[in-house]
């Protein structure tokens, strides 16, 4: 099989699954006597990405793998196609994700400690239905409180392929203007396409 067709099949691929795919669920595509090497595979994918370049779409490695998306630049005008108006989310919502992002694992109290508030119940099981955070254990302190982590759910959201690329504190910006990015952010733009 030439490099064509395993770029293509590639391409088809990240377009249908509508969500990120790994190199090994991309080889999975492939009956095992017409397998390709992994080598090949990321050969394709950096001529894919060099090919959309200058393109309304991107090929974009996140957390969870590769993915197609619309890309940034031309998203105001893409997400024009939903009249959906998109979650708003407030300060408390991203001083908490903010702390569970930076000081993970963490429980809720630490949380509170912090903030000097108390976290809403609310806040929490929004993020955990988004699946941008988990319980990554339980403190081992009486009440075994749960330990907040991020998922891969929350570095795909931001276009993240490790925390390692969050900004440092010293770089973040005023919440109302991240609030404003959250709302226009990460969409569906139809089945397959993620508009961010």
Same mark, same amino acid.
């Given at each position: 099989?030439n490099?064509?067709?395993?770029?293509?099949?590639?391409?088809? %691929? /990240?377009? *249908?699954?509508?969500? #990120?795919? +790994?190199?090994?669920? &991309?080889?999975s595509?492939?009956?095992?006597?017409?397998?390709?090497?992994?080598?090949?595979?990321?050969?394709?994918l950096?001529?894919?990405?060099e090919?959309?370049?200058?393109?309304?779409?991107?090929?974009k490695?996140?957390?969870?793998?590769?993915?197609?998306?619309?890309?940034?630049?031309?998203?105001?005008?893409?997400?024009?196609?939903?009249?959906?108006?998109?979650?708003?989310?407030?300060?408390?919502?991203?001083?908490?994700? %903010? /702390?569970? *992002?930076?000081?993970? #694992?963490? +429980?809720?109290?630490? &949380?509170?400690?912090?903030?000097g508030?108390?976290?809403?119940?609310?806040?929490?099981?929004?993020?955990?239905?988004?699946?941008?955070?988990?319980v990554?254990?339980?403190?081992?302190?009486?009440?075994?409180?749960?330990?907040?982590?991020t998922?891969?759910?929350?570095?795909?959201?931001?276009?993240?392929?490790?925390?390692?690329?969050?900004?440092a504190?010293?770089e973040?910006?005023?919440?109302?203007?991240?609030?404003?990015?959250?709302?226009?952010?990460?969409?569906?733009?139809?089945?397959?396409?993620?508009?961010?």
């Amino acid at each position: 099989m030439n490099i064509l067709q395993i770029k293509n099949i590639t391409e088809g %691929a /990240l377009l *249908a699954a509508g969500k #990120p795919l +790994t190199i090994d669920q &991309i080889l999975s595509l492939f009956e095992e006597q017409e397998r390709p090497e992994r080598d090949v595979i990321r050969s394709a994918l950096k001529e894919l990405e060099e090919e959309m370049s200058g393109r309304g779409i991107e090929l974009k490695q996140v957390a969870s793998g590769y993915r197609l998306q619309v890309r940034q630049s031309v998203a105001p005008w893409v997400s024009r196609l939903w009249e959906e108006k998109p979650a708003r989310y407030s300060r408390a919502f991203l001083e908490t994700l %903010a /702390l569970i *992002a930076y000081r993970q #694992p963490i +429980t809720r109290g630490e &949380i509170e400690a912090v903030r000097g508030v108390s976290v809403s119940s609310s806040i929490i099981r929004t993020m955990l239905e988004r699946e941008w955070i988990k319980v990554v254990g339980h403190r081992d302190v009486p009440g075994k409180p749960a330990l907040y982590g991020t998922s891969k759910a929350f570095l795909d959201s931001f276009n993240l392929k490790s925390l390692s690329e969050l900004p440092a504190l010293s770089e973040i910006r005023d919440l109302s203007e991240i609030g404003k990015e959250l709302e226009a952010g990460c969409r569906r733009a139809d089945p397959i396409i993620l508009v961010c």
